[in-house]
């Protein structure tokens, strides 16, 4: 192989396999002198790649650990497998899975040859995710498109369904893609409302980067002034704020506070614990935090955590949980519930 940048790149995936490489191996892979496979190996440490030699009958050379993260050279398998990973988590907004891996989903899909484009479009068209229900399912490609258009500083349209079901035609300019764990928001300057908006990505519909650049604005945060992640964050959380009453939060549970806050979405607050609470004296904790999510969100999450608890308010969600109790016991209860007797159509 006399290419050099060709060479370089073949030796370069070689070392990103986890083994130790033989000169003697690698200069047979590469048709190369061992001298010319030293050469290669002193430039890529010259480029930022931190190659590792040891010495002896065994020795060999190795990629390893680094201070900053050196590009990755990938074959069609891995690049396909990486991005249908990033798009099966993209898609449903599950906590943890912020704008970075959806950024990081845009840039491999930007390089994509379409062959394998379309392998990873085939592969995740056919598969069924199995997701906890509670969020709603959004088009890879859709934040593919938002988050590059964002990154890019590009002017996007698209179509948007408000929650009455309205269909408005949208022209904004893209700052932050914000995720709340069910949920994937666009916080965009609106072009025709002369303001700043907050979108529900799952409403958005045909979105297009119009290719025209824009010079970002400053944010409308106290504090702030910038576009930076938290200054996203902090609008976002500002205007949510506005829209929906806020549920201050106090609930007990019969639990350690480890237990209760692996199971329960951080956005909730973490809950304080609180030994010795129990009515036999085990451990509990107590949940004291605010929330903007729905009522029957919030109550259903409650539920979830899978232990004893107790809620001190507010009003409204002790009132939604006696409902519900009610319901879920006469569904337990055969010959109580709706659709049990014979007046249903359902007896013999």
Excluded at 141 to 170: H, I, V, W
Excluded at 186 to 209: C, G, H, I, K, N
Excluded at 295 to 310: I, K, M, S
Aim: glycine share 10%; net charge negative.
């Amino acid at each position: 192989m006399t290419d050099t940048p060709a060479r370089l790149l073949k030796l370069l995936s070689l070392l990103q396999t986890p083994r130790e490489w033989p000169g003697g191996e690698l200069a047979e892979r590469l048709d190369v002198s061992p001298r010319t496979v030293r050469r290669d190996i002193d430039r890529l440490r010259e480029l930022g790649y931190p190659v590792e030699a040891s010495r002896g009958s065994l020795g060999g050379y190795r990629l390893v650990a680094g201070a900053a993260m050196p590009p990755l050279v990938l074959d069609d398998e891995e690049a396909v497998a990486i991005a249908v990973g990033l798009r099966a988590g993209a898609g449903h907004a599950i906590e943890g899975v912020d704008e970075a891996s959806v950024r990081a989903l845009a840039k491999l899909e930007q390089v994509l040859p379409s062959r394998l484009r379309h392998r990873v479009s085939a592969l995740q068209n056919a598969t069924v995710p199995l997701t906890r229900g509670d969020g709603a399912t959004i088009d890879p490609q859709t934040l593919t498109t938002l988050a590059s258009a964002a990154t890019g500083q590009e002017l996007l349209r698209f179509s948007y369904r408000s929650g009455d079901g309205t269909e408005t035609k949208r022209q904004v300019e893209p700052c932050r893609l914000v995720s709340t764990g069910r949920r994937w928001y666009l916080v965009a300057y609106d072009l025709l409302r002369e303001d700043w908006r907050t979108f529900r990505v799952d409403r958005v519909s045909e979105p297009y980067a119009t290719g025209a650049r824009f010079t970002p604005r400053p944010l409308p945060v106290e504090g702030g002034g910038g576009a930076e992640p938290e200054d996203a964050a902090r609008y976002f959380a500002r205007s949510m704020a506005g829209r929906q009453p806020e549920l201050r939060l106090d609930v007990r549970f019969r639990a350690p506070a480890e237990f209760v806050a692996a199971r329960l979405p951080s956005t909730l607050g973490v809950p304080e614990p609180e030994p010795g609470s129990g009515p036999d004296g085990e451990d509990g904790c107590r949940l004291r935090s605010s929330s903007t999510d729905s009522l029957e969100w919030v109550a259903l999450r409650l539920a979830l955590v899978d232990c004893e608890f107790a809620v001190q308010g507010p009003p409204q969600l002790v009132a939604y949980l006696e409902g519900l109790g009610a319901r879920l016991t006469r569904a337990a209860s055969p010959g109580e519930g709706p659709g049990n007797g014979p007046e249903d159509g359902l007896g013999d």
